[in-house]
């Protein structure tokens, strides 16, 4: 008996910190992962930037924040994996030019700061994913969501949705599109 109470204390003591970990990732909000991001992602560091929040909506994991004449404005959407570890998708504008062109990924790394991911992680590319520029790309705006988990991918001429991809806990996937005349 005192050896299974022994070895009930040490897997409970292995795995409690595992679980509390866990259990800490869900209670973080969209703004507590976007202060962990690098300084460098925006023109200054992301704390900066709270205070031109449009919109912070912590609930739905959701920020919009103004930008100025040297920063875009830009959304931030917060996923979660399925075992609850967060995903931070940036959408961008370009300095002076159109808003919602480029998408970053960021995850939390063992350091308990936000890294960058690989922009693969998302299906469809931006104009600027490749690391130069694509001009097959550039009618692309990437809507991210403030309710639910589908990015969309818009036409900046026909405001026409493109595509629409959905975060499944695992990755993104893009919906087929029907292909039955109407």
């Known amino acids: 008996m005192k050896r299974v109470s022994i070895f009930v204390g040490l897997a409970l003591g292995l795995c409690l910190p595992f679980t509390l970990r866990a259990a800490d990732q869900k209670k973080l909000t969209v703004v507590d992962y976007y202060l962990l991001l690098p300084k460098d992602t ?35 959407a917060l996923f979660r994996y399925r075992d609850g570890r967060p995903l931070l998708a940036i959408c961008q504008g370009e300095l002076e030019g159109d808003d919602r062109v480029t998408l970053g990924f960021f995850e939390l790394g063992a350091d308990g700061r936000m890294l960058k991911v690989s922009r693969k ?34 036409s900046a001429k ?9 975060w499944n806990g695992e990755k993104f996937v893009q919906e087929q599109r029907d292909a039955s005349p109407r």
């Open 121 to 154: 992680i998302f299906p469809i590319p931006d104009a600027w994913s490749s690391g130069d520029y694509e001009k097959k790309y550039e009618d692309f705006r990437f809507e991210l969501p403030r309710h639910g988990r589908a990015i969309l991918v818009r």
């Open 158 to 166: 026909s405001k026409k949705v493109l595509h629409k991809v959905t």
């Open 42 to 76: 925006f023109e200054t560091p992301p704390k900066d930037w709270l205070q031109n929040a449009r919109v912070i909506d912590k609930e739905n994991g959701y920020l919009s924040i103004t930008g100025d004449g040297a920063q875009p404005s830009f959304d931030v």
